[in-house]
């Protein structure tokens, strides 16, 4: 049980990767904060954690608002006492596609959902992280980050590679503190929201995005929360502002 004793605050944790995640980390001996703004989904998360003998609570609010992000982690820090690991997985993409399908409202948004909130929880959660001289903040970037989305557009692309560059400032900062940073890239993985793009290609278009996949598929949710918890876990303690590339593939680097 990699995460016995351990707490983690997981951002957009109510479906795709961050349920995955918070499941596996929970199913692994970890408490675990679930985030989001759908509190009903939220508390179906934390119900199948409870009833398979996990710990998990509720972290409702908006991670693109300070606001919110200060009350989330002082409930947070009152209910478990410590956050160990921070997984910044809010986010989501528009069904934009090029530079021309994307308006100034639309770039805002992914850029809040995105990078923003990535920024704002770290801020609110690392004091504490420093004050213990421990910590573990994984950053779900895409695989758009590093190379482009064949399935979102610029605005997505540009705030998944802010990220990866966010994370890689704060692994320097923080590497005296005992806090590593480090961050996945996933590529097209089959998550609600993807699911519905994906089926509005076309299965010519399908067909093709496919065939720059080495191993022929899309991604399963969970693979890439199998990736994010080796990060948060102990297996990864000399591993630093790397960026762990869950694509089947598709990039090389």
């Known amino acids: 049980m990699r995460f016995c004793g351990k707490t983690a605050l997981i951002t957009g944790a109510s479906k795709g990767i961050g349920r995955a995640t918070a499941l596996r980390l929970a199913a692994e001996g970890g408490s675990v904060a679930v ?5 009903a989904a939220l508390a179906q998360v934390v119900r199948t954690i409870r009833e398979t003998g996990g710990c998990a609570m509720a972290a409702p609010g908006d991670v693109t608002l300070a606001g919110d992000v200060a009350r989330m982690t002082a409930a947070v820090l009152e209910q478990f006492g410590a956050i160990d690991i921070l997984v910044n997985n809010a986010g989501g993409g528009s069904m934009a596609r090029w530079l021309d399908d994307v308006d100034e409202a639309a770039w805002d948004r992914s850029i809040a959902a995105n990078l923003k909130s990535a920024f704002l929880v770290t801020k609110a959660v690392v004091p504490h ?4 001289r421990q910590g573990r903040i994984v950053m779900v970037a895409s695989v758009a980050g590093r ?11 540009a705030a ?28 097209p993985t089959l998550v609600e929201r993807v699911a519905r793009k994906w089926d509005l290609k076309g299965k010519e278009e399908q067909d093709r995005i496919v065939a720059n996949i080495p191993l022929g598929r899309p991604a399963q949710p969970e693979e890439v929360a199998a990736a994010v918890l080796f990060l948060a876990s102990s297996d990864a303690s000399y591993i630093t502002g790397a960026c762990i590339d869950v694509n089947g593939g598709s990039f090389m680097m």
């Open 147 to 157: 190379n482009m989305s064949r399935l979102s557009g610029p605005e997505y692309s």
């Open 129 to 132: 992280m420093k004050e213990r």
């Open 35 to 39: 985030n989001g703004r759908d509190e």
């Open 160 to 187: 998944k590679g802010g990220m990866l560059a966010l994370m890689r400032h704060m692994a320097v900062e923080l590497g005296p503190f005992g806090i590593a940073v480090n961050a996945v890239a996933p590529g």
